[in-house]
Every structure is written in C-alpha cells, then in structure tokens.
C-alpha cells in the first residue's frame, strides 16, 4: 500500500512538474529550477540519506575448530576452549553506518537503486530537459539584443556553458551518484546568476534610455536657446562668457549621454552636475534679456540726441536773439552743446562693452552717464524755450503743477509717506508764482528770470528724486518689455536614472 502511495505521488509531481516546464516555455528566459523539482530532488536526497544511516555491518563469521588427523592415536578428550569473537572486515558493497559528526553520502555509487529512485531519477531528467531548453533559447535572447547595442557582463558565456555542463551531468547519470550531490543546487544558483545578470543589463540598458531620451529634450531646448543667441551675434551683441563657457560643458554632457554604448560610459556623471550648469545659465539669463533689448535701446538714445540737436539749433537762434537785448547765454550754449557730446561717447563706449558681452557694465553706464543726464540736459533746454516765448511759462507751470499734485494722491493712495513731496511741491508752487510775476514785470529783467528758472529746474529734479525713491520712477527701456530667455529646466524624470549614489548628491 505504502508503495501505491509512493508510485501515485511519483505520477502527481510529475504532472506538476510538466505544468511548470509548460509555463516556463511561454517565458523562455526564465531561469531556475522549479520548485516541484528542487523539491523532489532534496526529498531523494533525504530518503538516501536515511536509508544508508540506517545500514548496517556484516555480521562477524563464527570460530572454527583445527582440522583433525585421523592417523593420529587417539588422545583423551581435550578441553576446547572458547576462542575470542574475530572483527568481520567492512564490506565496502554494504551500506556503512554513519558515525558521530560525520555527514553521510547520499548519492554513493555503491547503493543499490530502487524502482522508485529509478522513477525518480527520470522524473529530475526530464525536468532538465526543458531547463536545456529555456538555457538555448536565452542564449538566443542575449546573442539578439547583443546585436541590437546591448551590453551583457563578459562572464556570461562562461556561465551558460557551466549550466548545461550540469544539466549533460544530470541527463547522462545512471544513478544518483552520477548526478553528484549538488548538482541541482549548483545549477540553480548558475541560472539564477544568468537571469540577475540579464536583469541588471536591461534594468542599466533602461536607464542609459530614459538618460537619452532626457538628453534629447534638453538639446531640444538648448537648440532653441542658441538659436536666440545667434541673432544676437548677427547684431554684434556677445553673450557673457560665463554663460556660453556653462552652455559648452552642458553640451558636452549632453553628448556624452547620447553617444554612450552602455550605462559605465556615463554611471560617473552626477546629476548635480547639469543643475549647477543650469544654474550657471539660469544666471545669465537677465543679462541676456537685457542684451536683446539693446537695439531698443540704443534707438532711444539715438531719437533722444536726434531731438536734442534740433532743440540746440532753436536755442542757438535765441541766444542770438537775447544777444541783441544784451542778454549774453553763450555759455549756457556751450554748456549744453558739450553735455549733448558727452552722450554720444557714453552711448559710444556702452556699444563696445555690449559687444564684449559686459552687459552689466555698459546698462549702468547707460543709465548713469546718458538717461540721468538726458533729463537735466532737457532742464537746461526749457530755460532757452522759456526766455523764447515766456508768456506760455504760466500754462505750461500750471499743466506741470496739476500733474505732480496727481501723483502725490496716487502715491497716498499706496499708503506712502508723502510729507517731503508736498513741502517741495510748495516751494515749487512759490517759485513759479515769483517767476510768473518777473516775467509780468516791466522791463523784463532776463538774469533774475533765467535764475528762478534754474532754482525751479533744481527744485523739480528734487521733487523727482523723491518720487523714485518712493517707488515710482521711471523705468528703463531694457527693463521695458517681455522676455525672451526663458530659465532652462532640468527634467525630474533625469533624477531616476541615476544610480543611489549620485541621488545622495541631491
């Protein structure tokens, strides 16, 4: 009965054996062996080893007499005397017990094999048959993808080549002492080895891809960004040096990442190498900015020198026109004519330092050498175009009053101290009011006016002063208008394909 149940078994694993050998065909790069046959395999090992535990020794041979001789007289009965029990010799073809602390051979050539090992044994043979089979059809898998740019460890073939050495061992045995004792474990951990390796090629395969294809969007953008840079070179404007020194090197990790064979060509780049690089970019991005609106810019400037010019062409005419009432402003002129001079060289020497790519410096001495004199040159302007025609200083100072009032309520509205405006705008009031009355005044006295006009002119540029620094200025033409340089950005989707190591630099 015992052995029904042994033989029923025997047939169930196999079926279960068979199930998983099928399974195992649909995913042809599976590698290991299957449980059900591991399991039965330590289950023969466990019955064998059992079993020659349980042998024991040939039994000692019996004591015999010494032969007698008949011709021999016949002698009085002699006393036999017990002869001590003789240790047998071991008989190697017997099982041998297994003494204390010695482990015992289970696959010994020497032990005779039952119908159920037999069974056993072909069961475990036809299991690696398929085993055989998943092992050809992976070396098939990595030869294809090997084709395809794939990088596998080197090892790999010597590997397979161990795995079906084990495998011909298991299939070519007669017995279980020529499948070894273990074999199984040892061609399981062979192929297990072979799929982690495969594993960790795809997984690095994978990432070199996800690495790309990030690369790729990021050239994409880069792209566009030099394209913006080339129209500023066509109009002889450099981009700071620190930035295109930046944008070189993050060009040349782009390439790295798209030129590499496999995941060791790029595993010592660091992820917190592009977001300095970036950064580097991202910095420079306001000078850029900036930089693309110097042709604007400069148009401003070249308008505002062109109307200046026109207005010394009518101030010469007035000058000319007091000279005759003995009024002499040859000197106020001169004065401005100079001023106006100055400004083209300023312009000037702003021009080559944006072609050096020193926008910083040429804005500052934009705005300090040219925008700031622009209005107190157009201050000394109004004096000739007052003196010319002064019976319109009274609508004009009225039009001019009416709005500095307006922006004093805008800028309470804010909430802002607005105390030293309104003092100021009060002495501008009783300035004006004086100057309207000298101009009123018969004979008209030109040196007392052109004086109130100069204290009116200093109290205005007082009165404007205290505006900006409130917060209310004017603002300058290259902060004027969209940008056109947009921050670059490093994709999130980048931070995965690197390995732990560089992760821990974030």
């Keep these: 009965m015992q052995k029904k149940h042994l033989l029923f078994g025997s047939l169930a694993l196999a079926m279960v054996l068979s199930l998983g050998f099928s399974a195992q065909a649909e995913a042809a790069t599976t590698l290991s062996v299957p449980k059900p046959l591991m399991d039965l395999w330590k289950k023969v090992q466990s019955q064998r080893a059992t079993a020659q535990e349980a042998g024991t020794l040939a039994p000692a041979p019996s004591a015999t007499l010494p032969p007698s001789d008949s011709s021999a007289q016949p002698t009085a009965p002699t006393q036999i005397t017990p002869v001590p029990a003789i240790t047998p010799s071991v008989d190697n073809s017997l099982p041998q017990p297994v003494m204390d602390g010695q482990k015992p051979e289970p696959f010994s050539q020497q032990q005779p094999m039952t119908p159920q090992d037999t069974r056993d044994m072909r069961t475990i043979q036809r299991g690696v048959n398929q085993m055989e089979s998943n092992i050809n059809q992976f070396?098939?898998?990595?030869?294809?993808?090997?084709?395809?740019?794939?990088?596998?460890?080197?090892?790999?073939?010597?590997?397979?080549?161990?795995a079906r050495g084990l495998i011909r061992q298991i299939k070519d045995a007669n017995d279980f002492g020529d499948m070894g004792n273990n074999t199984m474990e040892e061609l399981d951990g062979t192929m297990r080895d072979l799929q982690q390796d495969e594993r960790?090629?795809?997984?690095?395969?994978?990432?070199?891809?996800?690495?790309?294809?990030?690369?790729?969007?990021?050239?994409?953008?880069?792209?566009?960004?030099?394209?913006?840079?080339?129209?500023?070179?066509?109009?002889?404007?450099?981009?700071?040096?620190?930035?295109?020194?930046?944008?070189?090197?993050?060009?040349?990790?782009?390439?790295?990442?798209?030129?590499?064979?496999?995941f060791e060509d790029v595993q010592d780049l660091d992820m917190q190498d592009f977001g300095e690089l970036m950064q580097q970019i991202n910095e420079s991005q306001g000078q850029l900015n900036m930089l693309s609106r110097w042709p604007q810019t400069k148009n401003q400037i070249d308008r505002e020198l062109k109307n200046l010019d026109r207005a010394l062409k009518r101030d010469q005419a007035v000058v000319d026109k007091l000279a005759k009432q003995g009024v002499d402003l040859n000197d106020n002129l001169q004065k401005m004519t100079e001023e106006i001079n100055q400004l083209r060289a300023t312009r000037d020497q702003a021009a080559e330092k944006i072609k050096a790519g020193e926008a910083e410096e040429a804005f500052d001495l934009l705005e300090n050498g040219v925008f700031e004199k622009i209005g107190d040159i157009w201050e000394e302007q109004r004096v000739f175009d007052t003196l010319s025609n002064l019976g319109r200083f009274n609508s004009e100072f009225k039009s001019r009053l009416a709005e500095a009032q307006r922006m004093i309520k805008r800028l309470e509205k804010r909430d802002e101290d607005v105390s030293e405006l309104k003092t100021k705008l009060e002495e501008i009031t009783a300035v004006g009011k004086e100057l309207n009355e000298l101009i009123k005044a018969k004979p008209v006295d030109i040196e007392e006016i052109t004086t109130k006009l100069e204290e009116l002119s200093d109290l205005r540029q007082e009165f404007e002063s205290g505006i900006e620094e409130i917060g209310d200025g004017q603002q300058m033409p290259w902060e004027q208008g969209p940008n056109q340089f947009q921050n670059l950005k490093v994709s999130p989707n980048l931070n995965k394909f690197f390995g732990p190591s560089q992760q821990n630099h974030q």
């Design 200 to 262: 960790q090629a795809k997984e690095m395969a994978q990432r070199l891809s996800g690495m790309k294809r990030e690369m790729g969007n990021m050239e994409r953008g880069l792209n566009m960004f030099q394209k913006q840079l080339a129209r500023l070179t066509k109009q002889g404007i450099a981009a700071p040096s620190q930035m295109t020194e930046a944008l070189a090197k993050l060009k040349e990790l782009i390439t790295k990442v798209k030129t590499a064979k496999s």
């Design 139 to 162: 070396d098939r898998n990595i030869q294809r993808d090997q084709k395809n740019g794939m990088n596998y460890p080197g090892d790999m073939p010597q590997k397979m080549d161990r």
